[in-house]
């Protein structure tokens, strides 16, 4: 197991940026499913779709995929479907058990009346839209020094989405929700291929779990969601890291406590002080990962890009957990002194908010910082402190690009 509580498997130690049809048609090609909106055709036409370069997710893991969104594609405010990164820790469920027929969503534990519902019967609820980060927790993970195990997430394992479906209190109150129920455990159809492994089950206490922005989504930047998104269903939890999304939903279980297990008291925690590689940490010091935290991202220009001088529009993105972006600035001396930015787009609970500055450009090699600062005047770090599981990194961000001329 890695620090992600996945099962060990093998990696691409090159992790190129393929074309997300390529690599999906090499791995379920002639199933005949529509993993990310469009169909997969029986012969991946390779050559064609490695041209297209906006239509690539850099791979980190080819099975189970985990894949990442390159940091260029953030200069929009919704991450396209077909763009949106990956995170996987058994793969999709077995394809007889996605038909709208045969979903079933099961509603136990301290309930009133255990209820199943099929997918029409969920959305006789009433419909609502979020949009919202998603980002896993171990986004920025290979930033961290000393290395940690785990997936080596870069910058990309993040995106911004409309998610639309029914709110999750709504199907609590349905089913009778007890007093002495204070938590709420989700369970996906995904299973382990190894007896060994443990299932993924996590849970979340009963105030996120009735906050009237926590839905059991199906809908995903308005289509249906997708298959590696977690068709049909897929819990989204506004402001908190993705490790709480569970996707391929089938089970909801109202508990007193947390839901046990690896996935919820080994793996997605970290420590509530400062600690050094290696230190044993007590369980009492570690805290289970849940809100995010302020965090921003260069989108324009790309590291490596060579620049004519002039004025050079730099854009990105920032984000922070259950509050609002303030402000975002600029650095072109190290962190010496900081520019403000100019916020575009629109301002909205839990989604990122877009960002541009006009940079004079001066001959030579240059190094692009960015920071951002919420609405509790929290500040983006120079660096995260290190921690074993490798979460929550949002150290400044930095682009280092050649202006020639």
Same mark, same amino acid.
């Given at each position: 197991?890695?620090?992600? /509580? ?90 007889? $058990?996605?038909?709208?027929?045969? @979903? ?6 301290? +309930? ?11 959305? $006789? ?8 980060? +998603?980002?896993?927790? /171990? ?87 997708? &298959? ?11 402001? @908190? ?44 010091? &570690? ?26 529009? +730099? $854009? ?76 929550? @990194?949002?150290? @400044? ?7 020639? /001329?």
């Amino acid at each position: 197991m890695n620090a992600d /509580g996945e099962a060990s498997v093998a990696r691409d130690p090159a992790a190129q940026a393929l074309s997300r049809r390529t690599v999906l048609g090499r791995i379920i090609q002639g199933l005949g499913l529509s993993l990310l909106g469009f169909a997969i055709p029986a012969r991946a036409k390779e050559q064609a779709l490695e041209t297209d370069e906006t239509d690539r997710l850099i791979v980190r893991v080819a099975r189970p995929l985990d894949a990442e969104t390159p940091v260029q594609e953030f200069a929009t405010s919704l991450t396209p479907n077909s763009r949106f990164f990956v995170r996987s820790h058994f793969g999709p469920p077995p394809p007889e $058990q996605l038909s709208d027929e045969n @979903w079933r969503l099961r509603v136990t534990g301290l +309930v009133d009346r255990p209820l199943t519902f099929t997918l029409h019967e969920l959305k $006789q609820f009433e419909t609502v839209t979020i949009t919202a980060v +998603v980002q896993c927790s /171990g986004n920025g993970r290979a930033s961290y020094r000393p290395k940690v195990p785990g997936v080596q997430w870069d910058r990309g394992a993040v995106g911004n989405a409309r998610w639309t479906g029914v709110r999750l209190r709504d199907v609590l109150a349905k089913a009778g929700l007890q007093t002495s129920g204070l938590h709420v455990q989700f369970q996906g159809a995904d299973r382990p291929a190894a007896a060994t492994v443990p299932p993924f089950v996590r849970s979340i206490p009963i105030e996120k779990a009735l906050h009237p922005d926590t839905i059991v989504a199906y809908e995903m930047n308005g289509r249906p969601l997708p &298959l590696l998104y977690g068709a049909p269903l897929r819990v989204v939890t506004p402001g @908190w890291m993705a490790n709480s999304c569970i996707k391929w939903l089938t089970d909801i279980t109202v508990r007193q406590d947390e839901a046990q297990g690896y996935y919820m008291q080994t793996a997605y925690r970290y420590p509530t002080r400062p600690v050094t590689p290696g230190e044993v940490i007590a369980s009492s010091d &570690l805290k289970s990962v849940e809100v995010m935290i302020v965090k921003s991202l260069i989108a324009q220009p790309r590291e490596g890009a060579s620049l004519a001088p002039g004025p050079v529009t +730099v $854009q990105g993105v920032a984000w922070t957990g259950e509050g609002r972006i303030v402000r975002v600035e600029v650095s072109l001396d190290e962190g010496r002194t900081w520019e403000p930015t100019r916020l575009v787009g629109e301002d909205l609970p839990y989604a990122w908010r877009q960002w541009q500055y006009i940079w004079q450009t001066m001959s030579g090699t240059k190094t692009i910082l960015c920071r951002a600062i919420d609405d509790r005047g929290v500040t983006q770090p120079k660096t995260s402190p290190w921690n074993p599981g490798g979460f929550f @990194w949002n150290g @400044w961000d930095r682009v280092s690009v050649t202006v020639v /001329g």
